[in-house]
């Protein structure tokens, strides 16, 4: 299960620009996970979040 821990999230919104089919910011400026698509794009935006907030 694919999770954004929004206490470690500084919106920056780069998962959403690697894997928009899986993420998208919230209304508190914060990314959030609207599909639990198993994607190749969702590793891709774990290892590149600067602050580790993604897991799965």
């Known amino acids: 299960m694919i999770k954004v ?6 919106g920056c919104s780069l998962c959403v620009s690697i894997c928009e089919e899986v993420f ?6 914060k990314s959030k ?3 639990q698509k198993d994607l190749p ?10 602050v580790e907030a993604i897991s799965e």
Do not use: F
């Open 33 to 35: 996970v609207k599909s």
């Open 5 to 10: 821990d929004k206490n470690k999230c500084i």
């Open 41 to 50: 794009c969702v590793k891709q935006a774990i290892d590149s979040c600067p």
């Open 24 to 29: 998208e910011m919230d209304k508190d400026g």
